[in-house]
């Protein structure tokens, strides 16, 4: 830290802010173990706004423990279809496993136990055991970070691993008995006034009187900005394989990007038409003529697929495709959102909507 501000001075107006100021959130209107749990999977790299529906349709489906441990992949993968990071929700299942045969079904009411499930970090452990359980835990985030590095002036990089132990001990130290609505209270603060991308909302903000940033002007540059990696950009060609009823698919490798999910078929690099159709004569489909559709992309977190794409019309299913129909593609397979202008050309191409 660099500023000499008491910290303890920021929890009594934090608390009375977020008393009046929290928004109304499903999982804070009942939070039970569970759902506070789901809702902080969710959250990770995600929009509060985005997560609403997605987080009231899976705990409509999986209400329990034990439903999230049983349920099969298909439905678990196609009830978190469009929140992306899908090692996030096998790693809620996995941690159900665990709950279920370790701990009767229970999530533990314990910061150590916590933070020995799969999926479970610090920050996560710390959230579910504060808000659930009301465990003296911090819970940092980087929407903490970002308030205690501009309420103390601190320049440092609030990535690095040991700036970000020193915030979570003088936030230890500040703990109050309120200490889920006071962890939730500095996260909202990040989340709805000291936003980030340089624009805190200080004037706003019901710690503006105690902030070193703000009493120095330099608020908005903190926390300093890390050099982001060099996104890798991928050239990649798919296929929307159709029959009069149905569109093929095929699972994507176990390991690796979108590991294991469904795809439109699709192999690296840019083909032309006539590359495409030798593909297609490799594939099983031995006469065939191609239909460019437009080209698309995909933003991952480091890497950008650029998609050339090709509408193919095959009298029947072939190769060692699974060929299902639009309906069963809405209902029951998760198509990563990578897919999406692709996916919603459907419409176009199978003629029968069973």
């Not at 501009?150 to 915030?167: F, G, I, M, P």
Request: glycine share 6%; with cysteine; proline share 7%.
């Amino acid at each position: 830290m660099t500023a000499s501000l008491d910290l303890h001075k920021i929890v009594p107006p934090l608390l009375s802010w977020y008393d009046k100021a929290a928004r109304v959130l499903p999982w804070r209107e009942n939070p039970q173990p569970y759902r506070v749990w789901v809702s902080e999977i969710m959250l990770q790299q995600t929009r509060v706004e985005a997560v609403k529906p997605y987080y009231e349709r899976f705990l409509s489906a999986l209400p329990t423990v034990e439903t999230l441990a049983d349920a099969p992949e298909e439905l678990l993968l196609k009830l978190w279809e469009g929140l992306g990071y899908y090692n996030r929700v096998r790693n809620l299942q996995r941690a159900a496993r665990v709950i279920a045969e370790q701990h009767g079904g229970q999530v533990p009411a314990s910061f150590d136990k916590l933070l020995a499930l799969p999926g479970f970090g610090e920050y996560t452990a710390g959230a579910v055991a504060s808000i659930a359980f009301g465990i003296r835990v911090p819970a940092v985030d980087g929407n903490v970070l970002r308030v205690i590095s501009r309420l103390t002036a601190d320049r440092r990089d609030s990535k690095d691993a040991a700036v970000k132990r020193q915030v979570t001990e003088a936030v230890r130290g500040i703990l109050p008995e309120r200490v889920g609505d006071f962890n939730q209270s500095l996260m909202e603060l990040g989340a709805t006034v000291c936003l980030p991308n340089g624009a805190p909302l200080c004037a706003e903000c019901p710690l503006n009187g105690l902030c070193a940033g703000y009493r120095q002007g330099i608020a908005a540059e903190l926390p300093a900005k890390t050099a982001k990696r060099p996104r890798v950009i991928e050239e990649r060609t798919v296929f929307l394989l159709c029959t009069e009823d149905r569109v093929a698919l095929r699972r994507r490798p176990a390991r690796g990007l979108l590991a294991g999910l469904w795809e439109l078929p699709g192999i690296s690099g840019t083909l032309s038409a006539e590359q495409a159709e030798e593909q297609l004569r490799e594939w099983g489909l031995l006469e065939s003529s191609v239909q460019p559709l437009p080209r698309a992309k995909h933003i991952f977190t480091h890497r950008e697929w650029r998609m050339t794409a090709y509408a193919v019309r095959a009298p029947q299913p072939f190769g060692e495709f699974v060929w299902v129909t639009r309906q069963e593609l809405l209902e029951e397979y998760m198509l990563p959102s990578a897919f999406k202008t692709y996916a919603d050309m459907l419409k176009d191409w199978i003629s029968v909507d069973i």
